[in-house]
């Protein structure tokens, strides 16, 4: 499994970060496991999942977390994270 995670500031991308999880785990605990290596590697603490990103992450294998996901202020506009390869 691939996902791609992008930081986006004003429209622009300001960092993005590919993550290969070939795990055996299931498909959920892969996507938990590369949001968390994200989110280490872009410093920032782990996101809330509310209801709108989990039915958006089933329809279409991308979501976006925006400051109402986040406990801490953010620099950023919000976080995408969008499965590109299963």
């Not at 605990?29 to 039915?55: M, R, T, V």
């Not at 976006?64 to 950023?76: A, C, G, K």
């Amino acid at each position: 499994m691939r996902i791609w995670f992008k930081k986006w500031k004003n429209n622009r991308m300001v960092r993005d970060m590919e993550i290969k999880e070939e795990s055996d785990d299931t498909r959920t605990h892969k996507i938990f496991h590369a949001l968390d290596q994200a989110c280490y590697e872009f410093d920032l603490g782990k996101p809330i999942w509310l209801d709108a990103n989990i039915s958006e992450f089933k329809k279409f294998a991308k979501t976006r977390f925006s400051s109402d996901n986040f406990v801490e202020t953010i620099d950023f506009d919000y976080l995408e994270m969008h499965v590109i390869e299963e």
